[in-house]
DNA sequence: ACTCAAACGTA
DNA sequence: TACGTT
DNA sequence: GAGT
């Protein structure tokens, strides 16, 4: 080893090419915070969300996956990346998007970004997309036919029931919700559930709970102490709702007797399902009486024993979600899903919680804020 | 070479 | 099964 | 696209 005389520096640290001893670099997000508005690499993720979401248009969802991990790591560094070196530690960068930040260290952006944001293309695919029921073949179909604007796509004579939905609503759709807007509709469903039910829990979820200054739509898990009540609770929220006017439209109303007409002669089916692990769901569009706007307000019914799971479910973001199923079934040989935590010997063992922190202790998580979620 | 979350809806 | 949504 |  002669000839060697390194520094203690040397040996210990070079703030240019080492990680931040600070960040927790690994492929699981849940296990670290991720603030909503990060103070570093602000630009460097904006760039890499364009590449992003130009592969899930193009159906690559294993390569949106990817920079999805990237993107979520830098938004939870706690400081600008500073050489392709340091980058290049962090799990989730490997040689391709380690490129791309190179590039942006030296000409402040991403060559394919710009492209892709230049692209006529991508533009009318990213608003095809944008409409409810209609996914990324459905918005390459319509491409193809040489549509350019909404207003083709509505006399496509292959439309379905929801995608006429989704375009007859993708104006009011397309508007953001404040935090008032959505506080304006809650309101509303406190007074209208608690009348009829009033012990009913009603949880907001979604990004508002997340700490988001606009929302797309709004989240709700909503639930009941007794579970029998829960039964019909679904049911007759809607109903109100419809009889006060506050629905436009039911886009899809999960109720267990709709499917099945099938074989079985369903009634034992349906209630069964009912009545044990599965959600009702009603995704509805809800007029916001202050300005007329059409919301979209999803609603979920969970029975009270899954009540927290169903919250940290819902709570997301949809890349926490991800990272913590994965993490139960790879490291702790358990599953994840908003209706339950089970235990994967056989046979399958359900784990019972009774608050979203049993789940984060029962895998061994630390806590992480809704706040701190936004992977 | 294999994995990448997991559930539920319509047509 | 294909395609959609959360 | 990246990790194992
Ligand atoms: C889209 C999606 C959501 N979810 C969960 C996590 C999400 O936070 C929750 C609600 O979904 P969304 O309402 O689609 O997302 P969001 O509330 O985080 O953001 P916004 O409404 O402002 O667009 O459902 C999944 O588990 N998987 C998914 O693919
Ligand atoms: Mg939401």
Aim: with cysteine; glycine share 6%; aromatic share 10%.
């Amino acid at each position: 080893m002669e000839g060697n005389n390194f520094t203690d520096e040397e040996l210990s640290s070079d703030m240019e090419f080492d990680l931040d001893p600070c960040f927790i670099n690994t492929k699981y997000e849940c296990l670290r915070p991720t603030p909503l508005k990060p103070k570093y690499n602000q630009c460097l993720v904006e760039l890499l969300e364009v590449i992003e979401h130009a592969r899930e248009l193009n159906g690559e969802e294993r390569n949106a996956l990817s920079y999805r991990h990237a993107i979520a790591a830098l938004k939870a560094y706690p400081r600008n990346i500073e050489s392709y070196a340091e980058a290049r530690k962090i799990i989730g960068i490997g040689p391709k998007i380690g490129n791309h930040i190179k590039e942006f260290l030296t000409t402040g952006t991403i060559p394919e970004a710009e492209e892709i944001n230049a692209s006529e293309k991508y533009q009318t695919l990213d608003i095809f997309s944008r409409v409810y029921g209609v996914g990324y073949k459905t918005a390459r179909k319509w491409y193809q036919k040489g549509y350019k604007s909404i207003r083709e796509c509505m006399k496509d004579p292959y439309l379905t029931h929801v995608q006429r939905l989704g375009l007859e609503l993708f104006d009011d759709f397309q508007k953001k919700m404040s935090r008032q807007d959505i506080q304006e509709i809650l309101d509303i469903l406190n007074k209208v559930i608690k009348t009829m039910y009033p012990d009913c829990m009603i949880t907001p979820v979604g990004g508002y709970r997340r700490g988001k200054e606009f929302s797309g739509d709004l989240d709700v898990v909503v639930s009941h102490p007794q579970e029998t009540v829960a039964n019909n609770l679904l049911k007759d929220i809607v109903e109100i709702l419809i009889n006060k006017g506050h629905l436009k439209h039911k886009l899809f109303y999960g109720q267990p007797s709709a499917k099945n007409k099938k074989d079985v002669p369903s009634e034992l089916i349906s209630s069964h399902k009912n009545i044990m692990d599965n959600l009702d769901k009603c995704f509805c569009a809800f007029i916001q009486p202050s300005t007329r706007i059409c919301r979209q307000v999803d609603l979920i019914i969970a029975p009270y024993s899954q009540y927290p799971t169903t919250v940290l479910g819902w709570t997301g973001s949809k890349q926490f979600e991800r990272s913590i199923r994965n993490f139960a079934k790879k490291e702790k040989k358990m599953t994840f899903a908003s209706h339950g935590l089970f235990l994967n010997v056989v046979p399958r063992r359900r784990v019972c919680v009774t608050s979203e922190k049993d789940v984060f202790d029962i895998l061994g998580i630390p806590w992480v804020e809704p706040e701190m979620r936004n992977c």
